[in-house]
């Protein structure tokens, strides 16, 4: 429930009618009804009778609702005067970290704008990491909340999370590799000749995992370690292998690669420390917490795998 949808449910009563409800608050006629019908659906009840080529009467639950929201309209307005004025009051800074090599900033820019749009006073600070210092960054303090995967913070049961998106992994690897079939779209068996190149740190180690998903699909994989993702992409660059890396890479974009997908999945995560929480901090991780519909997917060109060779580790 918000203002809107109470405006135009006290203004369509006043009046009799949508249209002139909308006429008169400068919106248009479908937006009053939707903004109306909402908040029906909120309340539970139908708030007017509809006829026809007839004035719109109210229910006997719309005129309950009518009586009180017309008795809490100006208190209504002030707390709402009151909010906004105390959200430009906070004011600090958030040194928000973020995956290096991760295109997630156009996918999170709409939260951040909103958050902006709030909190004007309050200055968020962008920065980009491999997995183990961002980590560490957060641990000593130096970040206020990083957007990393979950693999990366195993252990680290003193931080609080938000789960917010799933992200599938993929298999990157040129398209000018000399390994691979020229007539076909290469699939998970065309790689079973080439090196993988697996980013890890101290903290989760991914070798066994990936490696029985592969074996899974009839590949005895040999399986390298580097330290950073820009590492693995160079491999794949040079014609050395394939990366195992996550969807949201800034490699998708790239029309050089394949991007075979796995059906193994990671979980992206917003995390802090709750012991160092600022009231910006915790402004945002409010706001963040309301973020559970799927983020929007980022279109790429993959390479096709078969059913019999797609992974799968059921990870929700």
């Not at 009586?67 to 430009?88: D, L, N, V, Y």
């Not at 999370?161 to 000399?178: D, E, T, V």
């Not at 693995?232 to 997908?261: T, Y």
Request: proline content about 7%; hydrophobic content about 40%; some cysteine.
């Amino acid at each position: 429930m918000n203002s809107s949808q109470i405006t135009c449910f006290l203004e369509a009563a006043r009046q009799r009618s949508f249209s002139k409800a909308a006429e008169n608050l400068y919106l248009s006629q479908p937006g009053v009804s939707k903004l109306i019908a909402a908040l029906e659906k909120e309340l539970g009840h139908p708030l007017f009778f509809r006829t026809p080529h007839r004035p719109v009467e109210l229910t006997p639950a719309g005129r309950l609702y009518y009586e009180f929201f017309s008795k809490t309209e100006h208190e209504f307005h002030q707390i709402g005067e009151k909010a906004q004025i105390m959200s430009r009051q906070l004011s600090g800074k958030i040194r928000l970290g973020f995956l290096s090599g991760w295109n997630v900033i156009s996918i999170l820019q709409p939260y951040l704008d909103e958050y902006k749009m709030h909190y004007p006073q309050v200055d968020i600070q962008l920065f980009f990491c491999d997995p183990s210092p961002l980590r560490d960054e957060l641990l000593h303090a130096s970040l206020d909340a990083i957007v990393t995967l979950d693999d990366s913070l195993q252990n680290c049961s003193s931080l609080k999370k938000i789960a917010f998106g799933k992200i599938q992994r993929m298999l990157f690897i040129s398209r000018n590799h000399p390994s691979l079939p020229r007539d076909h779209v290469p699939t998970i068996q065309d790689l079973k000749n080439i090196t993988f190149y697996i980013v890890a740190d101290a903290s989760f180690d991914s070798r066994t995992f990936v490696s029985n998903h592969l074996e899974a699909c009839g590949i005895t994989p040999n399986i390298q370690i580097v330290p950073n993702v820009e590492h693995a992409v160079a491999c794949v660059h040079n014609h050395m292998g394939a990366a195992v890396i996550d969807e949201w890479s800034r490699e998708m974009g790239q029309s050089s690669l394949w991007h075979i997908p796995l059906n193994t999945f990671n979980q992206a995560v917003l995390a802090w420390n709750p012991d160092k929480m600022s009231p910006p901090l915790k402004a945002f991780t409010e706001q963040f917490s309301f973020i559970t519909h799927p983020l929007p997917d980022i279109p790429v060109q993959t390479g096709e795998v078969p059913d019999s060779c797609y992974l799968s580790d059921n990870t929700d």
